[in-house]
């Protein structure tokens, strides 16, 4: 095979594993709590399950990959250095319950150190902190994590019950924080 070749083969293949990520994602976000199945995925894809893993370590890697692929997303869509744009995302977050399950499913999986969601999540949550650090203001440290901790437990109770209202929550949760007073 020549060099040229294999370039060719190399592109396709990350051609094919992005098609199966946007695929994945889209189905995801129009699923309910349970979320697609690998083989619906499969299909949508026009491949087996077998032709999906082909391009992932493993389904687990997969699952990483979807959530990856949605915070790349999100990113580009609203502007996550504006209270707005934030929440903008976790209004958006709220119609795509599948993905939620996904998120808090791999959130218990990262527990284990040798799970593929570990890293991930550690790379989120420190991004994320850093992220919501600046949209606070210095000396609110404690008030970021209380806020993402908020978060998290609210798409856990929203999972249980569509009628948690996530955004006013979180919101109302931000104004006490914001409002207490001194920094952290």
């Known amino acids: 095979m020549t060099t040229r070749s294999r370039r060719s083969q190399y592109a396709k293949g990350v051609a094919r594993r992005a098609e199966i990520l946007r695929v994945a994602l889209n189905a995801y976000q129009s699923s309910g709590r ?30 990483v990959a979807i959530l990856e692929e949605r915070d790349r997303t999100y990113a580009e869509t609203y502007d996550l250095t504006t209270l707005d744009g934030v929440w903008g995302v976790v209004a958006h977050t709220v119609q795509t319950p599948g993905l939620v399950k996904l998120f808090v499913d791999m959130s218990a999986a990262a527990a284990d150190p040798r799970h593929p969601a570990h890293a991930f999540m550690l ?30 437990g609210l798409q856990i109770q929203w999972l249980r019950d569509p009628s948690v209202d996530v955004v006013g929550d979180l919101k109302a949760l931000h104004r006490a924080l914001t409002d207490a007073g001194a920094p952290a």
Do not use: C, M, W
């Not at 949508?44 to 082909?54: F, I, K, N």
């Open 123 to 152: 790379q989120r949550s420190e991004a994320l902190n850093e992220r919501t650090r600046k949209l606070l203001g210095a000396g609110r440290a404690a008030q970021a994590r209380v806020l993402i901790a908020a978060l998290e």
């Open 34 to 63: 349970q979320g697609p199945t690998l083989r619906s995925i499969a299909q949508a894809a026009g491949l087996t399950e077998a032709g999906v893993l082909h391009y992932f370590d493993s389904k687990d890697a997969l699952l």
